[in-house]
T-cell receptor, first 111, second 113 residues
Framework: EDQVTQSPEALRLQEGESSSLNCSYT??????LFWYRQDPGKGPEFLFT???AGEEKEKERLKATLTKKESFLHITAPKPEDSATYLC????????????FGKGTLLTVNP | EAGVAQSPRYKIIEKRQSVAFWCNPI?????LYWYQQILGQGPKLLIQ????????DSQLPKDRFSAERLKGVDSTLKIQPAKLEDSAVYLC???????????FGDGTRLSIL
């Protein structure tokens, strides 16, 4: 059974304090790893898709990387508006792209 | 472009009652998904449609949950009868195709008393 484990469950940073979120996965044949951001009371917002080990994607202060067993979401010099829950998901349905989500990491950035 | 629309935003019912949720996907999106998100958990896929056909409903509790997508556009998800453990946020998502990013609506928060 495909599994996605995110750590830490919660992370509190000071504004400007860089850090990383981890997503480890077990899946039979990765067909894509996805990062989403979710604000309270909102649906998840798509950030990145990674397909192969060594791939990296960047967007503003966020950079996602992928290895054969895990993905990292690096946050550089975060701002309070980066506070949200970050969700990781893997495609476990082959060509149907069935996503299996982790529980998420709740990030709080204090001013 | 307009996002995925869902209604209602909130619903409170008593156990054993029925409830229905509505979703209007982004225009032109052929693939539509319903997810259940329990507090503190990631979304769990309930059912996936490609146009108006069901692709995957393996995690849908079919004794009480049903879903349809008429004419390959709007979709409804129904629970009958509701149980206490159905309290969750029900999210609808759509994508241009299965291999494209999924875009989510803001969900319906269901509380069962």
């Amino acid at each position: 059974e495909d599994q996605v484990t995110q750590s830490p469950e919660a992370l509190r940073l000071q504004e400007g304090e860089s850090s990383s979120l981890n997503c480890s996965y077990t899946v039979s044949g990765l067909r894509g790893l996805f990062w989403y951001r979710q604000d309270p009371g909102k649906g998840p917002e798509f950030l990145f898709t990674l397909y192969s080990a060594g791939e990296e994607k960047e967007k503003e202060r966020l950079k996602a990387t992928l290895t054969k067993k895990e993905s990292f979401l690096h946050i550089t010099a975060p701002k309070p508006e980066d506070s949200a829950t970050y969700l990781c998901a893997v495609n476990s349905g082959g060509s149907n792209y069935k996503l299996t989500f982790g529980k998420g990491t709740l990030l709080t950035v204090n001013p | 472009e307009a996002g995925v629309a869902q209604s209602p935003r909130y619903k409170i019912i008593e156990k054993r009652q029925s409830v229905a949720f509505w979703c209007n996907p982004i225009s032109g999106h052929a693939t539509l998904y319903w997810y259940q998100q329990i507090l503190g958990q990631g979304p769990k896929l309930l059912i996936q449609f490609q146009n108006n056909g069901v692709v995957d409903d393996s995690q849908l509790p079919k004794d009480r949950f049903s879903a349809e997508r008429l004419k390959g556009v709007d979709s409804t998800l129904k629970i009958q009868p509701a149980k206490l453990e159905d309290s969750a946020v029900y999210l609808c998502a759509s994508s241009l195709a299965p291999n494209q990013p999924q875009h989510f609506g803001d969900g319906t928060r269901l509380s069962i008393l």
